[in-house]
């Protein structure tokens, strides 16, 4: 299986993370404004958290019949898994990196 290589800098700023397709931009500091690592990724569990929130709540909505276009609902469904595969394919890395540093020889 290939590789995944993710650019998070893209993942933060892009429009799918964000809760709402109608929701304003968010302003996502560049690398040198003070946006760490750690601030990046609870941002993006945030983002992953509303979106598999939001979704829960849409077809929920669907099984009373309080939604009219069924399109809105598989979209963000859709957001939400692809959300939480990159989201682990991002923890995967990582565990993957800490594992190598950890067979490192001192």
């Known amino acids: 299986m290939g590789s ?17 397709p109608a929701a304003s931009p968010e302003k996502v500091p560049s690398a040198g404004a003070g946006l760490t690592f750690e601030e990046l990724l609870q941002d993006s569990m945030k983002k992953v958290n509303d979106l598999q929130v939001e979704s829960d709540g849409l077809v929920n909505k669907l099984a009373t019949g309080d939604v009219d276009d069924i399109s809105r609902v598989v979209l963000a469904s859709q957001r939400a898994e692809f959300a ?23």
């Open 4 to 20: 995944v290589q993710i650019d998070l800098m893209k993942l933060a700023s892009s429009p799918f993370f964000r809760s709402s």
């Open 84 to 106: 939480l595969r990159m989201i682990t394919e991002v923890r995967n890395k990582l565990l993957d990196a800490y594992q190598q540093l950890g067979r490192m020889p001192v």
